[in-house]
């Protein structure tokens, strides 16, 4: 994408604004997100894909799922959730990220959200747009835009520093 606009110019104008300029501007502009960079995506996680980690944690080996992004958890610990101890919420906390990395590599939680990055070449110099997308399989995603930055790195950033508590980011 090619602009004679100066990054200053772009970057005082609102979201609403360079969303404007961006679909007055630029040829459709939302293809343009198919040629960026895929910088990551989102898993949302959601309550009960706990509950049978919680109510079942001999058929989960919960307390060892929990062990596998908290190393460290002593082992007499995770036999004991193993065997049905009840979980602190600290254990909660990391069950949660290890049933999301479960589902990531499992490749069920990918009805998430995805982020790209494109390059907007301006009279002086290069911003970066993103976009973001729900995930609809191998026909593709219908981006919408979010936001103009100075950097690709934080153009990631702000990905991350917006996730709720329930989402998590994986970068690509």
């Not at 502009?29 to 960026?36: D, P, S």
């Not at 979010?146 to 991350?160: H, L, P, Y």
């Amino acid at each position: 994408m090619e602009t004679e606009m100066k990054k200053a110019e772009i970057l005082s104008l609102s979201s609403a604004e360079q969303l404007n300029w961006l679909e007055n501007s630029i040829d459709d502009y939302r293809t343009k997100a198919y040629e960026g960079d895929l910088i990551g995506y989102i898993i949302y996680f959601h309550e009960q894909l706990l509950s049978e980690y919680i109510d079942y944690p001999e058929d989960y080996e919960t307390g060892s799922l929990i062990k596998s992004v908290y190393s460290e958890m002593l082992t007499e610990r995770e036999e004991e959730i193993n065997s049905g101890s009840p979980l602190s919420n600290l254990e909660i906390n990391y069950l949660k990220k290890s049933v999301v990395n479960k589902l990531d590599e499992e490749g069920e939680g990918l009805l998430g959200e995805n982020f790209t990055v494109c390059v907007l070449k301006c009279e002086d110099g290069d911003l970066f747009i993103t976009f973001s997308g729900p995930s609809e399989g191998a026909g593709g995603v219908p981006w919408s835009f979010d936001k103009i930055f100075t950097t690709r790195e934080s153009a990631i950033e702000s990905v991350i520093k917006n996730l709720d508590e329930n989402e998590y980011f994986f970068p690509i």
